[in-house]
């Protein structure tokens, strides 16, 4: 029989107010670097600090990049990317066994999969075995070769990028794959005055990495990092919210624009990340607003429209705010 939820003065304390005092600080001080892109920002801490991994699409040149580098500076990470191409193999991605002439023996050369913050740049450009290997790592956070298991270092967070305008040589990712991704963020143009200041913060000819070091403070690290993790994986989720997670998941299954609906993993990634912004936002418990606030970057590429959505126009994005409205809201 299930137990009851705990009353809130029976349940433990949890102090999130050392989150939400990190969060304000890494955002503050990604702004001095990166402008705009809001959805961006919060689904990667988001996703970091819920243990997923995130799918950015975009067009090339809005600052992913920048964005990354500027991010792990911050948390005292290290970064890694990977440009994928067609001829990408996955020993490129995962490392292989070389020859030591010296002890004349095989010794496991890491590949650039074995840091904390993996840029993988233009995934769709690769094949998908060269996909599959490096799924498998976001999944298990090891790597396997000969029997021999490689953790990689925690915290692990992948951001796969994909151009949506280009299609020649491209190798779209299956919806089983695409389901590995806690989040699908949506980079588009900034406005006028958004660029305005890309231009002014980024027209000097000054070396990035000086910038890095002279303008962006470190100001937590790896454990650290990890602790926060765990803290944000005790936050409250009441069985109403619970159930509101679940309603929206099924929901989606039978919403007569769509003939793919969500997986159960999408609600475990709706249940994470709504603990993650309840955090965020200096509470202990999550409510409704957390989960609608990411419902969008959580679903969208867990559905798939109909043909007759698709050939009037609809998205999957304004679908899923119409269901969302359909679906009435916890109330306790």
């Not at 090339?60 to 500076?73: A, I, S």
């Not at 001829?87 to 070389?98: E, F, H, N, Q, W």
């Not at 004349?104 to 450009?125: C, K, M």
């Not at 790597?143 to 298991?149: A, Q």
Request: include cysteine; charge should be negative.
């Amino acid at each position: 029989m299930d137990q009851p939820s705990p009353a809130p003065q029976d349940r433990p304390t949890i102090d999130v107010s050392g989150i939400r005092q990190t969060y304000d600080a890494i955002v503050a001080e990604i702004a001095k670097l990166y402008v705009g892109q809001d959805e961006l920002v919060l689904g990667t801490l988001t996703a970091l600090f819920s243990g997923g991994h995130v799918l950015i699409e975009s067009v090339p040149g809005l600052g992913k990049t920048l964005f990354v580098r500027t991010l792990c500076r911050i948390l005292g990470c290290q970064f890694g990317r990977i440009q994928f191409t067609a001829d990408l193999m996955p020993s490129d991605i995962t490392g292989a066994p070389v020859f030591d002439m010296q002890r004349s023996e095989f010794r496991f050369r890491p590949g650039p999969v074995f840091t904390q913050l993996l840029l993988a740049d233009e995934i769709n450009r690769s094949p998908a075995k060269t996909h599959a290997a490096l799924l498998e790592i976001m999944q298990e956070y090891r790597v396997t070769i000969d029997g021999t298991s490689h953790p990689v270092p925690l915290p692990f967070l992948v951001l796969a990028t994909q151009n949506p305008l280009e299609s020649e040589g491209t190798y779209n990712l299956p919806e089983a794959q695409l389901d590995r991704f806690m989040f699908k963020l949506l980079v588009d143009y900034p406005s006028a005055e958004q660029e305005a200041e890309i231009l002014r913060m980024h027209s000097r000819q000054i070396d990035f990495s000086r910038r890095l070091e002279a303008e962006v403070s470190v100001i937590t690290d790896p454990a650290h990092v990890r602790s926060m993790i765990e803290t944000c994986g005790q936050v409250l989720i009441a069985d109403s919210l619970l159930g509101y997670i679940n309603r929206i998941v099924r929901a989606t299954r039978t919403w007569p624009a769509f003939h793919l609906g969500a997986s159960p993993r999408a609600g475990i990634a709706l249940m994470q990340a709504a603990r993650t912004l309840a955090a965020f936002s200096g509470r202990d418990f999550a409510v409704p607003d957390d989960v609608v606030r990411i419902v969008l970057p959580a679903l969208r590429h867990r559905v798939q429209l109909t043909a007759e959505a698709e050939v009037e126009g609809r998205t999957a994005d304004q679908e899923l705010r119409s269901l969302i409205q359909a679906i009435e809201v916890p109330r306790d």
